[in-house]
């Protein structure tokens, strides 16, 4: 059964940290990935990992802040958010796909049920 469960979403401070898991279980997955959205926009990719050789890739606007690993054991990816702004409020998703694609963003399958990380001034 596939499932992707999300959890450490809350409520911080700007510049403050949060640390979003995801643990995943149903496939050996080829990209795991955080999208988010917010109220009133379209979702956006943020962070992937290519679960085999452990590449990753951010949006320009969290390079630097944001970084996005795995724990193979675990079946567990994690999203560690610093330095927190407003405009990261959103709903954070996990995804999973079993495939490549030449857009990285694309073709994900399988999303949690999202996590909401509230950035406050």
């Known amino acids: 059964q596939v499932q992707l469960v999300e959890s450490g979403g809350g409520s911080v401070q700007a510049g403050g940290s949060l640390r979003l898991s995801c643990a995943a279980s149903?496939?050996?997955?080829?990209?795991m990935a955080w999208f988010r959205q917010a109220p009133g926009k379209e979702r956006e990719g943020v962070a992937i990992i290519y679960t085999r050789g452990g590449r990753t890739d951010y949006a320009d606007s969290v390079k630097g802040r944001f970084t996005i690993s795995q724990d193979n054991a675990k079946n567990t990816i994690y999203l560690q958010m610093n330095s927190l702004k407003p405009e990261d409020n959103a709903k954070y998703y996990c995804?999973?796909?079993?495939?490549?694609?030449?857009?990285?963003?694309?073709?994900?399958?399988?999303w949690g049920q999202g996590t909401q990380v509230t950035v406050s001034l």
């Open positions: 995804a999973a796909s079993l495939i490549f694609a030449s857009d990285k963003w694309s073709f994900f399958g399988y």
């Open positions: 149903g496939y050996t997955y080829s990209r």
